[in-house]
């Protein structure tokens, strides 16, 4: 009975552990997969091959070096149709997925991947939500299609506003794009103007559900909740949702306009939702009238508390707040709610997964509406991600052995170990006979599943240094970038099929519903970027601000990326106005900034301490690109500085400047480099050596690079000279 005896089709992800090119028509490979099971694969005369690619770039055929390419503990992704012969199944490639040039390489842990994916997707949503014109929020609507189409609502929520305002802000914070922050600020402003309830004599702010846009330009206000799951309630999570995007922008700009607002959300937070009582915690939701969280009108959400109400004030807006200001009580904030975690939502005597939903008393609410006795993966991994940050603020074995024990549970009961990836929904418990924990509703992988998934892995390898944690989050990126970019469209889907391929009904077709906005993509843009640079693989990263005249306290800026192990990274260099600036702590990552009427914009360098080599690409303006390079260039640092060109002469430049101030030595490999490199480029593009130190000048000299170079001790030169 139930015999699986037809064909079907599927994906395996694992590693290759042998290959024979004789065997069968066109040879056959063994993928091990991540939990150690083998399965040959048989390549056909069909079979075609590409290499994962990132949003924006072509697509890039394989298909002619599949056995030059395929090489021993090389992870890839193979799509094919199982066929039974006899009784066993021969599995047959159709498609093959390979995540680097070579087996050791992963595209996306390269320096500027995730640099490229956070433009593309900001580019994607400015397009959707403004038609590439002016950036007005009167044209936002929540509802955004699979291609970048508005809805028919009249619908803007708050917290989809914020969170695409979170999206733009983070953008600006990676590249520098000055568009992307006037969406930041716009939006922000518009959630300020229309959105917000100011209480002044309560010294709170809170924030509407959402606002419907008539016809005529005229605004209905939805003040509580209609969210099914909320109606008619005013849910923390909302609340909290509505800082996420201000919160980010703040960082940037400091408006001290912004920062009142999030004080007195914060208000709201201690006075009405938070517990007072020595049962401690956070309410899910209060009432819109009383503000209360023990009114009957609350009905099943009356007195309850939740993952959302404790644990999202972290993620969503208290960590970036206390980047951005270094206040005590936002630490103490932050302490508090993981201190509230680590007591009260491990489970481990019934279920490998936390418990999310409680009463008052906390004792375990397994009857609320959709959640019942059930796990969200995700929240289990955003629980490991986040103690680990808050380990770095503020120490405790707790927090890291409670980060261990969910990164070390979680593969076996919410991986897919045959295809890769995280699932969504599982029953918290298994029924007698059971072995694995049931699907709630399908075994579909939702995008922001994957990000907990990847963050959490990222951080416990940077912080930890554990190879398991490397495998798992590399894993865990794999399958994001393989299978969630939309490299039609634009964007990312908001659910795959567990074979990775996209899922397009209903609400799960868009860009941008209630559930999905500028948000979870964009912060994982941001962190893998600053987990894998500055702890894994060693790799400058730069962040942009831009400042309001005194905007920030005592005039410091800090430009901490993360909660970051103490001592891992620090500033290298900053930019002001385009301008080298010296006023800066290099390890405390804080910058004085100058007095000034004017807006500044700062860009700043961050390097992993660890770091010996750096280049950086700093503009390319009228045909000049300039490159700063600083360190040691030895044969290690030639890949770097070879992108870095790359990236310079994608366009067409006339001239190279290479910065050398900080460049502490140039090896004869280093050195053979830079004249392979100018050799390549031609007589025709113009190469300045500027603020070299006098022994690196002299090596250059004696291998005869610098004829047909000019050597120059100061930047301005090269700017009068291109007038001339």
């Known amino acids: 009975m139930n015999n699986i005896d037809f064909t079907f089709s599927d994906l395996i992800a694992g590693y290759v552990t042998d290959f024979d090119t004789s065997k069968g028509e066109h040879g056959t490979f063994t993928l091990k997969t991540s939990d150690g099971r083998n399965f040959e694969v048989a390549l056909t005369s069909n079979t075609y091959a590409e290499l994962v690619r990132n949003l924006g770039e072509p697509y890039y055929d394989c298909t002619g070096q599949i056995w030059s390419r395929i090489a021993p503990n090389q992870y890839i992704f193979v799509y094919g149709i199982f066929y039974l012969e006899g009784d066993q199944y021969k599995f047959e490639a159709k498609r093959i997925v390979f995540l680097g040039r070579t087996e050791r390489e992963y595209l996306f842990e390269k320096q500027d991947w995730w640099v490229k994916q956070i433009q593309n997707l900001a580019n994607f949503y400015l397009k959707a939500q403004f038609e590439d014109g002016e950036i007005d929020y009167r044209k936002y609507r929540t509802g955004i299609g699979l291609v970048g189409s508005k809805e028919k609502s009249n619908r803007q929520e708050t917290d989809t506003i914020s969170r695409l305002v979170y999206g733009f802000a983070t953008a600006y914070m990676m590249t520098g794009e000055d568009h992307y922050l006037e969406a ?37 206000k939805i003040f509580s909740s209609e969210f099914g799951d909320d109606y008619d309630a005013i849910p923390a999570y909302e609340q909290i949702y509505a800082l996420v995007g201000p919160t980010q922008t703040y960082r940037v700009t400091g408006d001290p306009h912004i920062l009142k607002d999030i004080e007195l959300t914060v208000n709201l937070f201690e006075y009405y939702f938070l517990d007072k009582s020595e049962r401690g915690g956070l309410f899910s939701h209060i009432d819109p009238i009383s503000l209360s969280p023990y009114s009957e009108t609350l009905g099943h959400n009356r007195a309850k508390k939740n993952w959302n109400s404790v644990g999202d004030h972290a993620p969503a807006y208290l960590i970036n707040l206390w980047l951005a200001t270094g206040e005590d009580k936002y630490a103490d904030f932050l302490e508090y709610t993981f201190d509230t975690i680590e007591k009260r939502f491990p489970d481990y005597e019934h279920s490998p997964f936390v418990q999310e939903r409680f009463y008052e ?25 986040n103690l680990m940050r808050m380990n770095h603020l503020k120490p405790k074995e707790k927090y890291v052995a409670l980060a261990e024990k969910i990164a070390e549970i979680m593969p076996a009961v919410g991986s897919d170990r045959q295809r890769g990836g995280w699932y969504d929904v599982v029953e918290r418990a298994l029924k007698p006979g059971e072995g694995i ?49 939309d490299y039609e469209a634009g964007g990312v889907y908001f659910n795959v099929l567990a074979n990775g391929l996209p899922y397009l009904l209903g609400t799960e077709r868009g860009k941008g519903s209630h559930s999905m906005s500028g948000y979870h993509s964009f912060e994982l843009a941001y962190l893998a970027c600053v987990y894998i640079n500055l702890l894994i693989t060693k790799q400058p990263m730069d962040l942009y601000f831009k400042p ?16 970051l192990p103490p001592g891992s990274v620090h500033i290298a260099d900053v930019w002001i106005n385009g301008q080298s600036y010296f006023n800066f702590d290099a390890n405390n990552l804080t910058i004085k900034l100058p007095s000034s009427a004017d807006e500044l914009k700062v860009r700043v360098r961050i390097l992993p301490t ?13 045909s000049t690109a300039k490159i700063s390079l600083s360190g040691l260039m030895d044969a290690a640092a030639v890949p770097l500085f070879e992108d870095e060109l790359k990236k310079a002469t994608s366009q067409s430049v006339k001239r190279i400047v290479l910065m050398l101030e900080n460049l502490k030595c140039i090896s004869s490999a280093g050195l053979r480099s830079l004249i392979f490199n100018k050799q390549k480029l031609g007589a025709d593009v113009e190469f300045y050596i500027v603020g070299a130190a006098e022994h690196v000048k002299n090596y250059l000299q004696m291998s005869s690079f610098c004829e047909g170079v000019t050597v120059l001790d100061r930047y301005e030169t090269v700017k009068m000279a291109s007038v001339r």
């Open 548 to 563: 309001k005249p005194g905007a920030f306290k005592d005039n410091i800026l800090r430009v901490q990326p993360d909660i």
């Open 610 to 622: 660890e770091v010996f080599f750096n280049a950086t690409l700093l503009d390319v303006t009228e």
């Open 184 to 220: 930041a600020e716009k939006g922000t402003e518009y959630l300020r103007r229309h959105m917000r309830f100011l209480d002044e004599g309560e010294g709170i702010c809170y924030w509407y559900h959402a606002v419907d846009v008539k016809p005529d330009g005229s605004e209905q």
């Open 361 to 385: 008393d906390w004792s375990h609410d397994t009857t609320w509406g959709w959640q019942q006795n059930r796990a969200v993966v995700g929240h289990n991994l955003k629980i490991a991600w």
């Open 437 to 485: 924990y049931r699907f709630v509703w399908h075994d579909r992988k939702a995008w922001w599943q994957q990000e907990q998934a990847i963050l959490a892995y990222l951080i416990l390898t940077g912080s930890l240094g554990k190879p398991e944690y490397q495998r798992l989050a590399r894993e865990s990126a794999a399958f994001y970038n393989a299978w969630f970019l």
